[in-house]
Nanobody
Framework: QVQLVESGGGLVQAGSSLRLSCAAS????????MGWFRQAPGKEREFVAA????????YYSDSVRGRFTISRDNTKNTAYLQMNSLKPEDTAVYFC???????????????????WGQGTQVTVSS
């Protein structure tokens, strides 16, 4: 079992930055692919970014590539999402997720993840 707790959300102005954290319990954190997803009101949950266990392989949606950076510290059982140049359309609840043994082609697929956090609200005002 893995429990995930997100933090770092808030209300910011467009152009600002935020860093989200996802703290995981469990001794096997390092073997999981960690993903960030978001869900805006009235919309489906969408993939934002993912990072594989090796820390080297990262993946981003087109809407955030170049502005967001995903990272992880396996010694701290924590994943991060650094969000720069935030836009009003980035407003959503952000969720972190952990998936074990995910093939590369599935890292953007929410149902493939095994564990989810409760989410943290990010609101970007114009």
């Amino acid at each position: 079992q893995v429990q995930l707790v997100e933090s770092g959300g808030g209300l910011v102005q467009a152009g600002s930055s935020l860093r989200l954290s996802c703290a995981a319990s469990g001794r096997t954190f390092s073997i999981y692919t960690m993903g960030w997803f978001r869900q805006a009101p009235g919309k489906e949950r969408e993939f934002v970014a993912a990072i594989r266990w090796n820390i080297i392989s990262t993946y981003y949606s087109d809407s955030v590539r170049g502005r967001f950076t995903i990272s992880r510290d396996n010694t701290k059982n924590t994943a991060y999402l650094q969000m720069n140049s935030l836009k009003p359309e980035d407003t959503a609840v952000y969720f972190c997720a952990a998936g074990r043994a995910l093939p590369v082609e599935t890292v953007t697929n929410a149902p493939r993840y095994d564990y989810w956090g409760q989410g943290t609200q990010v609101t970007v005002s114009s």
